[in-house]
């Protein structure tokens, strides 16, 4: 199982960029590299998914070097609701349940 | 709105009872997932179905079982309750049970056991 691990917390404020890098040494060569947002009180939404290099969507990027021993999640100019706890997983190629969520990244972001 | 729905939202019950939570996964996902979140011990995989048949088992204990019927809803119960079982669980959904098919979560049932 690839273990994950994120740093605790971070602060930013308005209007700037946060990436936000994870560490999964032993990821495995079918492994994806997936990113959920979650709230209070509220189940995690999926943001983005990679395998290697870059992808972007609408709300954020995702960049992974050629050994995939790290991700980094870029936030574009966040705003105060972009605080939440940010976790990145990896997948196991077959039995995706057995992929664990690490303590996450709680962003907080400051006006 | 991720599409999953569960049911109820908040539960309270005493020690030692039974409880049943719902989960009805996105259209089109075949397979489900089952999460215990509390405050000290983040997100916790419980089980994982796909299709009506268990795929993955996690941390669950022999109090809990789940079950994923025919027409793909889930359902998690809970016996002989602890005060520790006190937490959010949550379900999840995808289309294909592997890694590289996000999942969709719920908003969580809140169990309070007193």
């Known amino acids: 199982l690839a273990k994950t691990t994120q740093p605790i917390s971070m602060d930013s404020y308005e209007g700037q960029e946060v990436n936000i890098t994870c560490s999964h040494n032993?990821?495995?060569?079918?492994?994806?590299i997936t990113w959920y947002q979650q709230f209070p009180s509220q189940g995690p939404r999926f943001i983005i998914q990679?395998?290697?290099t870059k992808v972007t969507n609408e709300v954020a990027s995702l960049f992974i070097p050629a050994d995939r021993k790290s991700s980094t999640l870029s936030l574009p100019r966040v705003s105060l609701s972009d605080t939440a706890v940010y976790y990145c997983?990896?997948?196991?190629?077959?039995?995706?349940?057995?992929?664990?969520f690490g303590d996450g990244t709680t962003l907080t972001v400051k006006p | 709105d991720s599409g999953v729905t569960q049911t109820p939202k908040h539960l309270i019950t005493a020690t030692g009872q039974r409880v049943t939570l719902r989960c009805s996964p996105r259209?089109?996902?075949?397979?489900v997932y089952w999460y215990q979140q509390s405050l000290d011990q983040g997100l916790q995989f419980l089980i994982q179905?796909?299709?009506?048949?268990?795929?993955a088992k996690g941390n669950i204990l022999e109090r809990f079982s789940a079950q994923q019927f025919p027409d793909l809803h889930s359902e998690l119960n809970l016996s002989s309750l602890e005060l520790g079982d006190s937490a959010l669980y949550f379900c999840?959904?995808?289309?294909?049970?592997?890694?590289?098919?996000?999942?969709?979560f719920g908003n969580g049932t809140r169990l309070t056991v007193t």
């Open positions: 999840a959904s995808s289309v294909t049970g592997t890694g590289y098919s996000p999942l969709h």
């Open positions: 032993n990821i495995a060569t079918n492994d994806y």
């Open positions: 990679g395998y290697k």
């Open positions: 997983l990896v997948g196991e190629d077959t039995n995706a349940g057995k992929s664990t």
């Open positions: 259209s089109g996902d075949l397979s």
């Open positions: 179905y796909y299709n009506g048949e268990e795929r």
